[in-house]
């Protein structure tokens, strides 16, 4: 089982869609995490419902510290925002192969109810190719530089739906 560590900020949004998605599309192959450098404390309700919708579970995810995986040996982190890829991980992640996957926050105050709703399903989507790309390489024979430079690219060409 390969452990894959998801994290942002927040914990609250971009990175609970990517547990959420590893742990369902990787089910016998991934073991998927998600934390935050600082957690909201509380999963975004539209975070919630956009998986909902796609009839991925909800009732075990929720929003924590990064801190709280101290024991946890992680094989993988992918940084989702890039306010936390910018920060400096904990010491106990220093031998995880570790992989940028940007994504903006789809959750602005200012948008209105629609527009935050197309911007969870971007996100959802974007993660979904990206996930399915990774799930379909050789992970566990894969050399740790041959891994790290396949799931940094995996970021090229992936879109919403919507956009192609």
């Given at each position: 089982m390969i452990n894959v560590?998801?994290?942002?900020?927040?914990?609250?949004?971009?990175?609970?869609?990517?547990?959420?998605?590893?742990?369902?599309?990787?089910?016998?192959?991934?073991?998927a995490f998600s934390a935050g450098s600082h957690p909201k404390g509380?999963?975004?309700?539209?975070?919630?419902?956009?998986?909902?919708?796609h009839g991925l579970p909800t009732q075990a995810l929720k929003s924590q510290s990064w801190d709280e995986f101290a024991d946890q040996p992680m094989?993988?982190?992918?940084?989702?925002c890039d306010n936390v890829a910018s920060e400096t991980c904990p010491v106990y992640l220093n031998n995880a192969i570790r992989v940028?996957?940007?994504?903006?926050?789809?959750?602005?105050?200012?948008?209105t109810e629609s527009e935050i709703?197309?911007?969870?399903?971007?996100?959802?989507?974007?993660?979904?190719?990206?996930?399915?790309?990774?799930?379909?390489?050789?992970?566990?024979?894969?050399?740790?530089?041959?891994?790290t430079n396949k799931l940094n690219s995996i970021t090229e060409g992936t879109s919403s739906p919507a956009e192609g």
């Open positions: 560590f998801v994290i942002c900020t927040g914990n609250s949004c971009r990175s609970v869609l990517g547990e959420a998605l590893f742990n369902h599309f990787g089910s016998g192959r991934i073991q509380r999963i975004k309700p539209k975070t919630l419902a956009t998986l909902q919708r094989d993988i982190v992918i940084t989702v940028h996957w940007g994504l903006a926050e789809p959750n602005h105050f200012e948008n709703v197309a911007a969870l399903e971007k996100t959802y989507w974007i993660l979904k190719q990206r996930i399915n790309k990774m799930l379909a390489l050789p992970l566990e024979s894969m050399s740790p530089e041959e891994l």
